[in-house]
């Protein structure tokens, strides 16, 4: 998709979100319905899938930041927001155009024991990490919860592999803590690559905290009777602040000139009465057409 295809973002919003810090739970809010009366006015179905995930993802992390005093519930609103970004519409993932992305990405270097994972959560991670320049968003992110980082890296019951290897022992714990600690400090590192950050976030977000989303949203975990929700600085915590600053960066990146002037697939549960609220066009896509 050419940039002169897609409209500018609306001026407040485009301010906001070119900051560093997060916004409060208000001005995300104003974000959300915005982009939801301009699109209202302007954007068709070549740019549905870009303002969608921007909108959607900004309400949920303003009612993560709402619900503040219970970081159980900003995890999961913050993982909403996540959803919102990466989501595919399923006719999607039966493209050319989609087996051409998936062939696009690094493939892991590691055996992670968990099949399961969703194609589009690595695919989102391996794009916007395209639109990182050098690495400092995300690095900057890393740099400043890097202990936040080590406590979701190191704890064992965050880990994939510690649930689906049943030959697991305290070596292999340690050489996995090991690996995935190496992995975010090569995304610190001077010259980061796309391949260094995008490693980095899928042994943090997809091999960390989507097991902890996991067990949670599965109820494979008591709501209050664990150590892992502790006063103070806890895994569940840790991972909350963490995910919820990489999911503030993403929506940075996604508000670049570069990220606005990609294309954007439509996202599922298109809003009713939208230019995508109908069965998927192939037009839709660039260089599409069923595989």
């Known amino acids: 998709m050419s940039q002169s295809i897609m409209p ?9 979100l070119a900051q560093y810090d997060v916004p409060d739970s ?8 915005e982009l939801k009366r301009f699109q209202k006015g302007r954007v068709d179905a070549r740019t549905q899938g870009y303002y969608d995930r921007v909108q959607r993802a900004c309400s949920w992390l303003a009612k993560s930041l709402r619900d ?6 900003g995890f999961i609103f913050t993982w909403i927001a996540l959803n ?3 989501g595919v519409r399923p006719e999607v993932l039966t493209t050319k155009w989609w087996g051409k992305e998936r062939e696009s990405r690094p493939a892991s270097t ?10 589009e959560l690595e695919w989102y991670l391996w794009r916007v990490s395209s639109f990182d320049r050098d690495g400092r968003v995300i ?25 689906t290897w049943k030959w697991r022992n305290d070596d292999e714990i340690e050489k ?3 690996w995935g600690e190496q992995a975010a400090k090569d995304a610190i590192g001077v010259s980061p690559s796309r391949a260094t950050v995008y490693h980095a976030l899928c042994e943090i977000i997809v091999w960390r905290l989507r097991t902890l989303r996991n067990q ?17 600085h806890s895994e569940l915590e840790a991972a909350w602040l963490l995910l919820g600053r990489l999911v503030w960066a993403f929506l940075r990146l996604m508000a670049t000139e570069s990220a606005r002037g990609s294309y954007w697939p439509p996202i599922p549960f298109p809003r009713a009465a939208s230019a995508q609220h109908s069965r998927l066009n192939p037009a839709w896509l660039p260089g599409a057409g069923r595989a």
């Open 110 to 119: 590691k055996y992670q024991g968990d099949d399961a994972v969703p194609s």
């Open 176 to 178: 996995w803590k090991k």
């Open 216 to 232: 949670i949203f599965h109820g494979c975990a008591t709501d209050k009777h664990s150590k892992r929700r502790d006063p103070g």
């Open 8 to 16: 500018p973002l609306p001026e407040a919003s485009a301010l906001t």
């Open 68 to 73: 503040s005093h219970d970081p159980e519930s």
């Open 84 to 86: 919102a970004l990466c």
């Open 139 to 163: 690095r900057g992110v890393l740099e400043e919860r890097w202990d936040d980082a080590l406590t979701v890296l190191r704890a064992r019951y965050l880990m994939s592999r510690y649930w």
């Open 26 to 33: 208000s001005r995300l809010e104003q974000i959300a319905v």
